[in-house]
């Protein structure tokens, strides 16, 4: 009766091999799950963008151009966009946001909760007409990790 006592219950280092083996697994799959993630974080970046960019040309169409803006966030495209607007020539809304997409400002997030920023006219890439850009994981306009519609 007591050797079947011992062989039901793991041994101390069974169970420290177990833990052994889960740690390096975890710690070899931890920059896997961060890359895939901010490829992720990318992906969606590039699709809010492109249905901004969808929401303005139907501005345009309605309106006959894209309404006019510095660069310094987005809270009067928001507007824009979302509306209501008091004239004869809106159609929209163009595109509704939720409310966590939004800062307390107005202004459109990216995934990383920083602003984007909304310029008309531009003269910096001559292949779109406006610019929509996020400061993508930095959270720093102008560096290599920008994410824009150019």
């Known amino acids: 009766m007591e050797k079947n006592l011992k062989k ?23 920059p896997v799950y961060r890359k895939a993630r901010s490829k992720a974080l990318t992906v969606k970046t590039q699709t809010m963008l492109n249905s901004v960019e969808a929401a303005l040309s139907m501005y345009s169409t309605d ?23 008091e004239s004869a020539l809106w159609r929209g809304p163009y595109m509704r946001f939720k409310e966590k997409e939004i800062d307390s400002e107005g202004n459109l997030l990216d995934p990383w909760e920083s602003p984007l920023s ?4 531009q003269d910096e890439h001559s292949n779109v007409p406006y610019i929509i850009v996020s400061a993508g994981a930095d959270r720093i306009f102008g560096s290599s990790d920008d994410i824009g519609n150019w």
């Open 63 to 85: 309106f006959g151009d894209y309404p006019y803006h510095n660069g310094e966030g987005t809270g009067m495209l928001v507007f824009l966009i979302q509306g209501p607007l």
């Open 8 to 30: 039901r219950g793991f041994s101390l280092i069974e169970v420290l091999v177990v833990i052994a083996i889960i740690s390096m697994l975890s710690a070899l799959s931890l």
């Open 118 to 121: 909304y310029k008309y006219p």
